[in-house]
């Protein structure tokens, strides 16, 4: 596995610098890789054979190991924010949207853990499923770093921080929904009980079933937002092409997963009791592996000029037109000079 994909933006990135250093600004133009389908598709392909696979592992992992520290953590902010039943809602509102085989196997130890946590257990379990769920964030946040190819040298510490915090807002865009979800039931049962003339409508008021996929989207593209490296956040850096292509993938998958195991012959009689273990985890590897290309779908879109970072040297007689800017803090620069071969 390489550290940095020669499909990345810091890679295109780099043999444009190279090129305008030798040749100028009019050849460069020649270069620019641009972002026609194939060659998008070329880019995303090589990402995902690359990282797709090892990461949609270790996803999948996570996943299921952080979602009953996540549970927890939205058990004890809905009884921080003064919701009893707020935990039960979020259990429920994140089962719903998974194959009905893995939510029936993950519903009743979950309700058993959230019940047996209350009080300062609640909050100490709270506490470390902050630090638990933070690591989940990480994964994404290095999948994106190798998908734009930018190297990081920050604390551990602080990135994990970070990524707590993150977690939390997280559990809140939750909460939220949940509120959204709850007042748009009652606005269509109003609606159906006081308005008979209506009824007709009441197939037709979807809203409610719209939000969770909604609330998926917000969270991925937030995700992307503030994990892409953030020289890779500018306008012409597009986020959500990946963040739909990563929600539209979970819903498929959800749909479409629980008929092809039932074409397969189902895991029962290959796994026994721990089919269903085995289910989720496969549905978390398949998503995460829709995450993978989503990242490499920004990437692959990600627009790249012939901009030097400080520490890096080209050579050239058209070196000193290129435009220079700082790297961020914690990015680690090459500052080996650009050989022959990188600019092919």
């Known amino acids: ?50 990282d797709g696979f090892i990461h949609a592992g270790n996803l999948a992992y996570l996943s299921l190991l952080s979602m009953f ?124 009980a006081k308005l008979p003339g209506l009824a007709e409508l009441e197939n037709t008021l979807t809203l409610v079933r719209i939000v969770p996929a909604l609330a998926l989207y917000l969270t991925v593209y937030l995700v992307f937002v503030v994990l892409t490296p953030s020289r890779y956040r500018k306008r012409g850096c597009r986020k959500w092409p990946g963040a739909l292509l990563v929600t539209s993938w979970w819903i498929a998958t959800a749909t479409l997963l629980p008929a092809a195991i039932g074409l397969a012959g189902g895991y029962d009689l290959t796994y026994g009791s721990l089919a269903g273990v085995m289910i989720a985890l496969l549905f978390f590897f398949i998503v995460g592996l829709g995450v993978v290309m989503g990242a490499e779908l920004n990437a692959g879109l990600a627009e790249t000029d012939p901009v030097a970072l400080e520490g890096e040297h080209y050579s050239g007689p058209h070196a000193e037109t290129l435009e220079v800017e700082a790297p961020d803090p914690e990015e680690k620069v090459t500052a080996k000079p650009v050989q022959g071969k990188e600019v092919a």
Do not use: C
């Not at 040749?23 to 880019?43: D, I, M």
């Not at 902050?130 to 190819?149: K, Q, V």
């Open 1 to 50: 596995m390489q550290d940095i994909s020669p499909q990345s933006p810091e890679a295109r990135r780099k043999r444009l610098a190279a090129i305008q250093a030798r040749f100028g600004s009019r050849v460069v133009e020649r270069f620019k890789p641009g972002t026609k389908p194939f060659e998008v598709a070329k880019r995303v392909a090589v990402g995902v054979y690359n």
């Open 69 to 192: 520290p996540f549970f927890i953590l939205a058990a004890a902010v809905a009884q921080l924010l003064g919701s009893s039943d707020g935990a039960q809602a979020a259990v429920f509102n994140v089962l719903r949207s998974l194959p009905p085989s893995i939510a029936s196997v993950l519903s009743g130890p979950v309700t058993e853990v959230l019940t047996a946590r209350q009080g300062p257990l609640l909050w100490f379990g709270a506490i470390v499923g902050l630090w638990t769920a933070s690591g989940f964030i990480e994964t994404i946040r290095d999948i994106l770093r190798r998908a734009y190819g930018v190297k990081y040298t920050a604390p551990f510490w602080e990135y994990r921080l970070i990524s707590a915090m993150f977690m939390l807002g997280l559990v809140l865009l939750l909460m939220t929904s949940l509120a959204m979800t709850v007042a748009l039931s009652s606005i269509e049962a109003f609606i159906v």
